[in-house]
Nanobody, 126 residues
């Protein structure tokens, strides 16, 4: 199967930048798409960004569009989330997810992803 490990979180000042990494291992050849989700304390998990592996189409939540960029490195089996112009409201635990299925997949639907990483904390100070 597929295993995912996130890294790169930390504490930054508002306006700063971070790059998150999600390293995949196992049956990585089965991955159709990967996404990033986040969950702040007391709030629901929300979609951040996603990328398809068959051509690299990308998708973003309106709240991060223009500030965040999702990308992939197939040779390293790794997906990145470059986060610029960070705001305090971006503070959350960020998790990456992967799915082997293309039928019925929509980037913003958490239930479409079958494999999840452990999450990495991002804290943005005022």
């Amino acid at each position: 199967q597929v295993q995912l490990v996130e890294s790169g979180g930390g504490l930054v000042q508002a306006g700063g930048a971070l790059r998150l990494s999600c390293a995949a291992s196992g049956r990585t050849y089965d991955i159709y798409a990967m996404g990033w989700f986040r969950q702040a304390p007391g709030k629901e998990r929300e979609f951040v960004a996603a990328i398809r592996f068959d051509g690299g189409s990308t998708y973003y939540a309106d709240s991060v569009k223009g500030r965040f960029t999702i990308s992939r490195d197939n040779a390293k089996n790794t997906v990145y989330l470059q986060m610029n112009s960070l705001k305090p409201e971006d503070t959350a635990v960020y998790s990456c997810a992967a799915t082997p299925f293309r039928m019925g997949w929509e980037p913003h639907r958490a239930y479409a992803y079958g494999t999840w990483g452990q999450g990495t904390q991002v804290t943005v100070s005022s």
